[in-house]
């Protein structure tokens, strides 16, 4: 079956700090990757996506995410975080850009 | 990017009744718009992907008639819970994806059933 799965719900860290928010998925081919954030009334916003090419991607934000076949991981990094990165994240994958399948998501928290 | 627009952002409603949800393209025209509803704590759920001119697409286990979905104008799509119960409580997003490169999403609607 195709899914994805986001193992943290919930992770703090403090500004200025290192941060990797994990993605897995199970999926039959080869498929699109994105990282989308959400933030409280506001819609959910494209941070990165992989369609093929170069396994390292480079989002907004300062954002970028690795796309590792050997273990159908797309892990979202950024090596330093600000206090207005803290919201919702989804990983999420699809055949193409329509029919997209989310993880449970991500909350991040940045203390000060 | 598109802007995506939804209308109403709350809604609280008797059970019973019936509520319905808008969501706009405000600056591209959209033959296909998608539905999806979001759990507490839940990831997204895709329900159905809405047709210009033509009947909804909804994915397997979601009640069409309890989900009515209309798709007028290449602008607007509209979602109507019927006979809403507690149960449908839920947060409901609406997207487009104009150029096939990414998908671009409204704020949501918060809806509330009593």
């Known amino acids: 079956a195709q899914s994805v799965t986001q193992p943290d719900i919930h992770i703090t860290v403090s500004e200025g700090a290192s941060l990797e928010l994990r993605c897995n998925y199970s999926y039959g081919a080869t498929p699109y990757l994105f990282w989308y954030v959400q933030s409280p009334g506001q819609g959910l916003q494209l941070l990165l996506k992989y369609f093929s090419g170069d396994t390292l991607v480079q989002g907004i934000k300062g954002f970028e995410a690795e796309f590792k076949r050997s273990q159908s991981s797309f892990n979202l990094r950024k090596p330093s975080v600000h206090w207005s990165d803290a919201a919702e994240y989804f990983c999420a994958v699809g055949p193409n850009t329509d029919k997209l399948i989310f993880g449970t998501g991500t909350r991040l928290q940045v203390f000060p | 990017g598109a802007v995506v627009s939804q209308h109403p952002s709350r809604v609280i409603c008797k059970s019973g009744t019936s509520v319905k949800i808008e969501c706009r393209s405000l600056?591209?025209?959209?033959?296909?718009m998608f539905w999806y509803r979001q759990f507490p704590k839940k990831s997204l759920m895709l329900m159905a992907t809405?047709?210009?001119?033509?009947?909804?697409?909804?994915e397997q286990g979601v009640e069409k008639d309890k989900f009515l979905i209309n798709h007028a104008s290449l602008t607007l799509s509209t979602l109507t819970v019927t006979s809403a119960h507690p149960e449908d409580s839920s947060f409901y997003i609406c997207s487009i994806s104009p150029d096939s490169y990414e998908q671009y999403f409204g704020p949501g609607t918060r809806l509330t059933v009593t």
């Open positions: 600056d591209f025209q959209a033959t296909t």
């Open positions: 809405s047709n210009e001119g033509s009947k909804a697409t909804y």
